[in-house]
């Protein structure tokens, strides 16, 4: 095997294990957002799923159950967005430009 194909190999397995690192971050992430008063929060995990709700008792004699209700969609929608963001760094970071195999490709042509 040409030392071209060695580090052609090197560098897939480099990427692969990137690929799985980013995976694992990515799906361990969770969000987190909470009300301006600070009487409910919601977390959410890397699916956006809602994984923990926190109602300050005062909440409940401050809202009526529609508001409430409202509050607790609302900082669901701001967690994920947060998540979503979240994700985009990690794969922002993770991106690189792809190598260039073309000489290869070209040597294996000229050897045939």
């Not at 090197?10 to 361990?28: K, M, P, T, Y």
């Not at 998540?83 to 290869?104: C, E, F």
């Amino acid at each position: 095997m040409s030392d071209r194909w060695s580090v052609m190999l090197d560098e897939l397995a480099r990427q692969r294990a990137e690929l799985s690192r980013v995976g694992d971050a990515i799906s361990g992430l969770t969000a987190r957002a909470t009300s301006t008063d600070r009487l409910v929060s919601v977390t959410v995990d890397a699916r956006g799923l809602l994984v923990d709700l926190t109602i300050d008792p005062r909440a409940m004699r401050r809202y009526r159950a529609e508001q409430l209700s409202a509050q607790v969609t609302t900082l669901v929608a701001e967690a994920d967005q947060r998540l979503h963001d979240q994700r985009n760094q990690i794969l922002s970071a993770a991106v690189q430009p792809s190598p260039d195999y073309t000489d290869l490709r070209e040597e294996r042509r000229t050897r045939s």
